[in-house]
């Protein structure tokens, strides 16, 4: 569904803008980019800023006209900050037209279009969208840079394929906070009431304190790594004590 999401940058002036845009982009699992009339590319520095999203800089199309970049996409979404006394839907909220986008692009290419760094899109380039959406900011100073703006919505656009039933997402866990086994924890509590008959806080087996410190763990959450320090200070706390 996302190679069908479009991203379309109106004459671009400077290259830098192009090679962050393309790093915006694959963050965000994007990789469809057309360009249209950039006053220069390829460039060194749109490959330098693009911070090895080169793929997505050595496959971008560079067309005359928007009317060619879009001519096959059933939803054209201008990006605009400044509202348009022209009669297309808005989008008030980036999230609102990324549910639509990603909605659309379930079965056909859809495009996100962002227009000039200075001036962005002209009226008549907002004629040729189906549809506009503003990034909502500070009304004193809404200034986004180019790679900024295309950031946003393509963030918007990936966080509503990720609530969707259908995504095949997968948040990424770092190796330390996968979460013991039972048995790791069975021995673990085994370990720390051992240590602290032998130490004398307890005199005796002592169920109700055994309990309590059992749902203070399971509260915790302790992973393996975290558990595994524990148990190293238990034995470490051990080799001190007396024999008894």
Not at 44 to 49: N, S, V, W
Request: proline residues 6%; aromatic residues 4%; charged residues 20%.
């Amino acid at each position: 569904m996302l190679s069908n999401i479009r991203i379309v940058l109106v004459q671009t002036f400077h290259p830098g803008n192009i090679g962050a845009t393309a790093r915006a982009m694959k963050t965000m699992g994007l990789t469809n980019l057309v360009l249209i009339n950039p006053r220069q590319f390829p460039d060194e520095e749109a490959t330098r800023l693009s911070a090895g999203a080169t793929d997505v800089i050595d496959n971008a199309r560079v067309v005359t006209h928007l009317e060619e970049a879009v001519a096959d996409c059933v939803q054209v979404v201008g990006a605009s900050a400044r509202l348009r006394s022209l009669p297309l839907p808005h989008f008030d909220e980036p999230d609102d037209m990324a549910e639509s986008v990603t909605q659309n692009a379930q079965s056909a290419p859809v495009a996100l279009v962002f227009g000039r760094e200075r001036s962005g899109l002209t009226n008549d380039e907002i004629r040729c969208c189906t549809h506009q959406v503003s990034i909502p900011a500070n009304p004193d100073y809404g200034i986004l840079n180019l790679s900024q703006a295309v950031q946003i919505l393509a963030y918007e656009v990936h966080r509503a394929w990720r609530k969707r039933d259908d995504s095949d997402y997968a948040y990424q866990q770092p190796t330390e906070s996968t979460p013991p086994s039972r048995e790791q924890m069975t021995h673990f509590q085994a370990h720390l009431g051992r240590l602290m008959q032998q130490s004398g806080f307890i005199t005796q087996p002592h169920a109700r304190t055994e309990e309590q410190l059992q749902a203070l763990f399971t509260r915790a959450q302790p992973s393996r790594k975290e558990l595994s320090l524990l148990r190293g200070l238990l034995s470490s706390l051990e080799s001190h004590l007396p024999e008894r």
